[in-house]
């Protein structure tokens, strides 16, 4: 019911003829693509520089608790992201993200391209790239979105942020009130950790953060990702995404020492504007891997999951000392199942499930700053399918672009 739910939502949603508006609460630029996110951000530059920086950062509260059981009331300072972009020549231009999460827990390149704009629909990128798989991985700053928590499907199915070092070619076109964008990718790739971690399940957010990926293809064969979408002025945009490689080391000092094992990604996203003041967005994505027969059940070899928001602004004006406030109500649902499957001995079905839902309220003293308050329900089932466990949250946090 979940699945058909998730994914009526997102196709009937593409028929919706209404004003297009963007999630910072102004009228958006109809011809701008997911696709082009990573430029599609404030920016400060110089007069006399061809240099631009930006960035953003999130923090904030939590009080959870699973099945009566409290984990307490926390302080996160969850990311501070750095870009910079440099228009190196008319047909050349450069940009980076450099991001830190939890303090200095991590630090990571999640890009740095250069771009050599040929023609609008051929155009060559080459460096450390976000790969085009669904909506979220392309659009995922903080200030963009008026939830505290990513998606799950987002995180916990395709590894959200997931870039490599790779080349590929993008473009777009426009006919009449469609625009048309694409993005195809050669990688490098995952490795065994999708099936070889501390979570013991297959899990493709534990394969993306091999440290030696921007060194060298593990499996010594480039990862394909590749990405369509259309946009129709005054409705929405609509992406189909599909990435696949072999994640495993098969030979060794050329002598084959295992079949090549193969993963597989296929995501489709929409947004559309319900009324000039209403928005959705949904995404579901659906994850193949060929697991070793040696391997138990519970590593599946089949996941899916999604999610469909709403956010409706109920009020554009001042609010104290600011002029140009909003004010919105969201909601949240989303599903995902991490081991599609039955279990060979019985036919039970395989558990390893959570259904969620947030609601909250998200205010903007201006456009590039929200301030958030959540409560999020979530509903977890373990691999055998024992009674869920019920977690519950209370979330309050800022983003904003500087």
């Given amino acids: 019911m979940i699945r058909s739910l998730l994914i009526t939502l997102c196709v009937l949603s593409s028929s919706l003829l209404l004003a297009q508006t963007d999630s910072l609460g102004q009228q958006a630029d109809d011809s701008t693509m997911n696709f082009e996110a990573n430029y599609d951000r404030p920016f400060l530059s110089g007069a006399s520089s061809?240099?631009?920086?930006?960035?953003?950062?999130?923090?904030?509260?939590?009080?959870?608790?699973?099945?009566?059981?409290?984990?307490g009331f926390s302080f996160q300072f969850r990311r501070l992201t750095l870009f910079a972009s440099s228009t190196i020549s008319p047909n050349i231009r450069f940009l980076t993200e450099i991001e830190f999460e939890d303090g200095t827990k991590e630090i990571n390149i999640e890009y740095a391209a250069v771009d050599l704009m040929l023609h609008p629909l051929a155009n060559v990128r080459g460096g450390i790239v976000v790969n085009p798989i669904g909506a979220f991985n392309q659009?995922?700053?903080?200030?963009?979105?008026?939830?505290?928590?990513?998606p799950i499907e987002a995180v916990e199915l395709l590894g959200a942020t997931l870039s490599n070092v790779g080349v590929g070619l993008y473009g777009k076109a426009f006919a009449s009130d469609l625009s048309f964008g694409y993005e195809v990718y050669l990688t490098n790739g995952f490795d065994e950790a999708v099936i070889d971690n501390d979570l013991n399940r297959t899990s493709l957010a534990a394969g993306k953060v091999n440290v030696e990926k921007f060194e060298e293809?593990?499996?010594?064969?480039?990862?394909?990702?590749?990405?369509?979408?259309?946009?129709?002025r005054n409705v929405g945009e609509l992406g189909i995404s599909y990435m696949t490689g072999v994640y495993n080391e098969w030979q060794i000092d050329g002598v084959e020492v295992d079949e090549k094992r193969s993963l597989n990604v296929l995501a489709v996203d929409l947004n559309a504007s319900i009324t000039s003041s209403t928005e959705l967005r949904g995404e579901v994505a659906f994850v193949s891997l060929d697991v070793p027969s040696t391997y138990s059940q519970q590593f599946g070899s089949k996941q899916w999951g999604g999610y469909v928001d709403v956010v409706q602004r109920f009020y554009e004006g001042p609010v104290l000392v600011f002029d140009n406030a909003t004010l919105a109500l969201a909601l949240r649902g989303e599903y995902v199942d991490l081991n599609d499957g039955t279990f060979n001995e019985t036919g039970d079905a395989i558990g390893d499930e959570v259904t969620s839902f947030t609601g909250g309220i998200a205010f903007r003293p201006s456009a590039p700053v929200v301030i958030k308050a959540n409560y999020k329900y979530s509903i977890i089932t373990d691999l055998l399918?024992?009674?869920?466990?019920?977690?519950?949250a209370l979330l309050f946090g800022i983003a904003a672009y500087f």
Avoid at 141 to 150: A, H, L, N, S
């Fill in 50 to 71: 061809s240099l631009a920086l930006g960035g953003y950062m999130e923090a904030n509260t939590l009080y959870a608790g699973t099945d009566g059981i409290e984990e």
């Fill in 139 to 150: 659009k995922h700053d903080g200030p963009q979105w008026d939830f505290v928590d990513r």
């Fill in 217 to 232: 293809s593990h499996s010594g064969l480039p990862m394909f990702t590749g990405k369509v979408a259309a946009k129709l």
């Fill in 385 to 392: 399918g024992n009674p869920p466990a019920y977690a519950s």
